[in-house]
């Protein structure tokens, strides 16, 4: 018996060693960049402590303002709110049609757009960038947020549809006796229902929209219209040994992810687990 | 009468979901229609002329160019590491949280972090770990006596670079397969395991012949968007090396990326092709190879 607890308690010994070990590796890299970005240029040569000597904030209003790391934050949370609002709307809209509506070649239609999410389609950006320039559409945001709201419409209507068939029909139905519109039901009732799984496209899309990085690669030209990820290229294209500074605007890169990771992180995790499983 | 009223009533329904069948057809399908159309022609962008050649950019970039399988193989490469490296320290720690341990949530939360991060500021913080003259990878091995890699450039040298940034590229993907597999694990019922333990089964058993036959729909899942995932990997190949050292870390991508920007958009085209008909070919294989094993149990 107390041998047995020896070796339950080895074993739980052990098996948090390892666990801390590994988690102490996720967390390494992100607190020696905001180590790094708190550093003077020449704090970061001769002490390689993870505790800055001093707490130099000032590298932070140097890359918010001089290298414009303030405009790319705002270019970026403007596609965010653009390209999520876009995806909420247009696949719920979308989903509730397929969950509810009578219209006739609705199952293939479905079949279709949901079909684009498991192919593979490497190098797509490449007929994008032409059609884009056709449409007078490429260098613009407009251009940009629009990609975003396509990259996101397959996976909302997927998720949304299963979510609206399984609420009851009845309220919906008492409400078109009333004499409620479809859009209204859809507007006023089914679309308040569905805020759980609403929220679950505002933050997967939140990040990954914040992230992305290939799309705004061949879209864009201007500076000015460039998201954050971009504006990092830029500022390590021109100052590369400046690392202070580039992690000061890495680090302004990622606290809006910190931020929303940290507070949904359960529905992250669950949406991820359950996703996967269920597909 | 009623037709109208039919017509009226299909009218506002086909309203709903036409805005999502719009930009499908214009952001998904057209393009993925084009991409085909593009790649038997011969075009710059920008001149009317387009020169229909057929299949031969497949074949050149089948048989004549070496950049392209150079990049398959760097990918392929990273990919063998990530599905058993990364996905054997993913499921060892799947088991390890499963085992109802104390603060598994903390555990859970940490580890899924680097799958939140980008891709661009993973590779920047990480260059910056391995900088060649004050990078903190080099400082450390230095105090640890390996004095002879001082100023040792992780991902400019020849012999490291792919490893380098396949390092990074499973640092920050162990997590998404951790967590799959670990909500795999949860559903395998309880009971199987006492009646093994009843039974004399000991730890080995039961992974044997519990663990692996209830996981083998997730196992080829993470499998799958491992390869998927891995063999197009673009954002730390961009930010961490951009190919280099003289094309040693280049892969699919980052190819198709250049060829496109030097203006080759029916080369490029040609090429996504061939390397999308890959990754689907080996994405079937891998599903019928899972569904076997299944059959097998």
Known sequence: MNEARIKKSLINVITHSILIVIAFSCLFPVFWMISSSLKTQNEIFTHMDLIPQHWNFSNYAEVWTKAEFGMYFLNSVMYTVFGVLGVVFISSLAAYGFARLKIPGKNFIFLVLVSTMLLPIPGVFVPLYLLLNKMHLLDTRLGLILCYINGGLAFGIFLLRSFFEELPIEIEEAALIDGASRFGIYWRIALPLARPAIATLVIFNTLSIWNEFLLALVVLQDKGKMPIQRGLMMFQGTHITDYPLLMAGLTIATIPVLVVYLLMQKHIVKGIAAGALKG | ?297
């Open chain 2, 1 to 297: 009468m009623s037709s109208i009223n039919s017509f009226k009533k299909y009218f506002t329904s086909y309203l709903f979901i036409l805005p999502a069948v719009l930009m499908f057809a214009v952001f998904s399908i057209y393009p993925f229609y084009k991409i085909f159309a593009l790649s038997v022609f011969s075009w710059d962008g920008i001149s009317t002329t387009m020169k229909f050649v057929g299949l031969d950019q497949y074949i050149h970039i089948l048989t004549k160019n070496p950049n392209f399988w150079t990049a398959m193989g760097n990918a392929a490469y990273i990919t063998v590491l990530a599905l058993i490296v990364q996905n054997g320290l993913a499921l060892l720690l799947a088991l390890l949280v499963n085992r109802e341990i104390k603060g598994d949530n903390i555990y859970r939360t940490i580890l899924f972090l680097p799958p939140v991060l980008s891709g661009i500021v993973v590779g920047l913080i990480w260059k910056w770990i391995y900088d060649s003259n004050y990078g903190i990878l080099n400082h450390f091995l230095v105090r640890l006596g390996w004095n002879n890699l001082q100023n040792f450039a992780w991902l400019a040298e020849v012999k490291t670079s792919l490893t380098a940034v396949a390092v990074v590229h499973m640092w920050k993907g162990f997590g998404y397969g951790f967590i799959i597999l670990l909500a795999g694990l949860q559903t395998i019922p309880k009971e199987l395991y006492e009646a093994a333990k009843v039974d004399g089964a000991d730890a080995w058993q039961q992974f044997k012949y519990i663990t692996v036959p209830s996981m083998i729909s997730v196992f080829s899942l993470v499998s799958i968007l491992t390869v998927l995932g891995t063999m197009q990997i673009f954002d730390l190949i961009y930010s961490m090396t951009r190919g280099g050292p003289a094309g040693h870390t280049h892969v699919p991508i980052t190819r198709i990326y250049e060829y496109m920007a030097n203006g080759e958009f029916g080369y490029s085209s040609a090429m996504s092709v061939i390397f999308g008909l890959i990754l689907f070919a080996v994405s079937i294989v891998q599903l019928r190879v899972s569904r076997k094993m299944k059959q097998y149990e």
